[in-house]
């Protein structure tokens, strides 16, 4: 006699940020629905407990990043890795969501049966856990957009020839010394200028080797409006208003630097001569891209700046030639002498936490599915992600996702409905790419990638007013909503 099948209403795939939002949204608005969460690692916290590279830290502000329904009490609104993993793990025990949470299940399949009208997803085997099915009638991908076991990682011509330590942040091993070592860290992204700083404390000399510059804007780690907010406010007020302050001057600032583009790169460059001085080299800070056409990265207090004017760390802007025994040699003709290379060269995309999704046998061709309002797919019943913005915090957006997914699950509850699949039309809208946006990271990953509509509900706007309109106040019972 084979075993039965373990079924629920809900099915949260990840036991991140994301999932754990899902969670609250769902234990609180949707009574009715069963749910379990599915986390393959043994530890809830998503990328918060997978990468421990040195200095890990939000790079934005925890009023936003952090969530809407538990304050952010530290006084640093720039927070380093363990305090967002000790604040996930805090909210989840804070609302009986850690006693839902199912550790090393990896779904590997997930397939809807269109007469039994329910996600069969598979389980992989783990020394723990027996391999297995579950069924759920609703399937919520909580896995963010990132290959959390592969990071994007170029080879570089004669690598094999360095005789010292080449490692990923992602792949770091906290075990690695790297007292009075010299040091180049490949890169120039929000890793690197998190790595350099920290990393100069210890090394003799950390060298950031970037091909092309990015925006850096430099922040305070303390919001002092948001601890004074705190300090005379109740806490769940104090955050709220914080959480909305930065909000509404992320979104200013953002158009900003849309409208005035010329005028903003000026601005940036300013900010940092005025921080370097004398130490000040245009070719270090002077992209050839536009603000926001990839994603602006924070320095808080200044401290790859400090690191920079004492001296500890240096950037170099130049392409590699090769690598050598003894570090790089680059295409202008200087050597990098180092012992050990980050290569903080960037991340892979995957969408449904690598998951092969099917229809009735047919595989799901991510590639091909239209976006309906950022949260369902096209033609792919009963199934939703939770991802965030590109120009704000990622929770930001995740958090209205699971507000919408509890909005229709219970006008589906209440109207007796079992089924919901969004449907595309393709006379009313045109195809646009998913995310106006130029980080390598997305290039890469634009075959899978789902599109666009030219207007709403099938517009991605990036943008959280609009979103809260759509998402928490918007309709459920949508043309391009298919009910039965």
């Known amino acids: 006699m084979s075993a039965t099948i373990p079924q629920y209403d809900v099915i949260i795939i990840g036991a991140g940020l994301s999932g754990i939002c899902a969670a609250y949204h769902l234990q609180d608005k949707c009574p009715q629905n069963t749910f379990a969460i599915l986390e393959a690692r043994e530890n809830m916290g998503g990328t918060w407990d997978l990468f421990k590279y040195p200095g890990i830290r939000s790079d934005s502000d925890m009023y936003t990043l952090g969530f809407s329904f538990f ?261 202008s003709g200087e050597h990098l002498e180092a012992d050990i290379i980050v290569t903080a060269t960037g991340l892979k995309i995957q969408l449904l936490g690598g998951v092969k999704a099917k229809i009735d046998g047919r595989v799901i061709d991510t590639g091909q599915l239209k976006a309906y309002k950022g949260v369902m797919f096209s033609g792919v019943p009963n199934m939703a992600l939770a991802v965030g913005y590109t120009n704000a915090s990622w929770t930001l957006k995740c958090d209205l996702n699971c507000q919408f997914v509890a909005k229709l699950l219970n006008y589906m509850y209440k109207n007796g409905y079992e089924v919901c699949t969004p449907r595309f039309d393709p006379d009313s809208f045109e195809v646009e790419p998913l995310l106006d946006f130029d980080a390598g990271y997305i290039k890469r990953a634009l075959d899978v990638l789902p599109k666009q509509g030219s207007e709403a509900p099938w517009k991605v706007y990036q943008n959280y007013v609009k979103d809260v309109r759509s998402l928490k106040y918007g309709k459920i019972d949508d043309k391009y909503l298919e009910y039965k």
């Open 71 to 331: 304050p952010w009490k530290d006084p640093k609104a720039i927070a380093d890795g363990p305090a967002i993993l000790s604040y996930i793990n805090e909210t989840a025990r804070e609302f009986g969501i850690d006693k839902k949470i199912q550790y090393s299940h990896r779904v590997t399949t997930a397939e809807w049966k269109s007469e039994e009208e329910m996600w069969e997803i598979g389980i992989a085997a783990h020394p723990s856990v027996a391999a297995k099915r579950i069924k759920a009638k609703f399937l919520f991908s909580c896995t963010g957009y990132y290959n959390y076991e592969q990071a994007h990682r170029p080879s570089f011509p004669k690598e094999e020839q360095f005789q010292g330590t080449m490692i990923h942040p992602q792949k770091w091993d906290t075990s690695l010394d790297y007292t009075d070592k010299k040091v180049v860290v490949i890169g120039s992204g929000a890793t690197a200028i998190t790595l350099v700083p920290e990393m100069a404390k210890k090394a003799s000399k950390v060298t950031m080797l970037q091909r092309s510059p990015g925006y850096i804007a430099n922040l305070p780690r303390e919001d002092m409006i948001a601890n004074f907010f705190k300090k005379v406010l109740p806490a769940k007020t104090a955050h709220h208003l914080a959480r909305w302050k930065n909000i509404l001057l992320g979104l200013f600032f953002y158009k900003l630097c849309r409208k005035w583009p010329d005028r903003m790169k000026g601005f940036f460059q300013k900010e940092i001569k005025k921080t370097l001085g004398d130490q000040y080299e245009e070719k270090h800070f002077d992209p050839k891209y536009n603000p926001w056409d990839q994603r602006v990265c924070l320095v808080p207090d200044n401290d790859l700046f400090d690191s920079l004017k004492a001296g500890s760390s240096e950037m170099v802007t130049d392409t590699i030639k090769e690598f050598t025994e003894t570090g790089i040699l680059l295409d």
